[in-house]
């Protein structure tokens, strides 16, 4: 459409030279919504520090030994003059302590077998300096998104134990036959129907909210196998965790947020018109999570992820209202036109009032 939309504004030839008109639906369109609903959840998440982190790369006294070998240098012909510069040497020793097993590696060579980002690899970490990220203590902190002074919020850790706890028991259940088969036995005698759990852990946010949703309908079934774990006698397989009323309220209410996303991901995903609603959402969305954080306390344990969510909403709404291809197809969308009768006749008017409820009526 965008493309389209050019062609006929520069008289179907796509050419710019005539006139000053800058517009260029390849640098300015915003290729896909859903993309950028990822990264904001993914924010929101990181405010929760329930953000998964990739694998990172075990280093080698993780992996343990491994032969590397030197670089193999040519020897030297008879014919070659004797003052030629000799080829550097290289040397590779492998030292191994059979008393303790150990095994140490001396490597002299050019090439680099060293890794510059071992510990930002380990620990998941991106190495890339960013701005704002030079004092250590900011990387905990969530700034105020109503735009109030320098005040910032602390990062919440309550839901990231709640998470844990609960992708280890999910975990247990779902990696064994005999447990599964427990859980579907648990579901019979509770006369309860649910679906197999899935083991949603170190996955898109979007597979953890499927597993935690199953989860949260399966808590009957999961509070007594946990109890019943706990009156065997030795070490359970799910190390005596538990969980409290609260606490499933506590994941649902997270869930109940991640659920929106799904739903506007849902949506806004596919090969179709949706351009036109892309300004629109961004606005339902800053809206709502206003409302949300009045509502709320700092106490709650969501309320640094709504100022994480609502600080990228923002970024992304300036972002949409910059690119001309989103503006315009905003404005050709019918219903935003409709709400031209607010304006022409006020919000007060009951043809205006008649002609929107007839349009959403039908539309």
Known sequence: MASHMYDLLNDGDGSTETGDFAWDPTTMHIWCICHKLALIVNAGLAALSLKTLPPGKAKESVL???????????????????????HPTNCVEVAEERNNGTVALNVESNADYSNANDEALVTGEDSGAHPGENDPADNNLVPNSLGGANRKYAKSTKLKDLTNKLNTVIKNITRSAAQRANFNCFAQQLNVKVSPLIAGYCICWNIKYQSYRKAIKAQAVINQ???????????????????????WQEIESLNNKLKIFVELTSEMEGNSATGTHVIPKYLQLSEALKRKILQAQETDSLYPMYHAILTQVKNYLDEAMACKTLVIATILHPGYRMHIFDLAFGIHSSKAKKSLALFQKEF
């Open 225 to 247: 196998i946990l109890k019943e774990d706990q009156l065997r006698k030795g070490v359970g397989v799910f190390d005596g965790i538990f969980f409290l009323p609260k606490d």
């Open 64 to 86: 343990g030994f491994f032969p590397v070998l030197g670089q193999l240098t040519e020897e030297e012909e008879p014919e070659e003059p004797a003052s030629a510069a000799p």
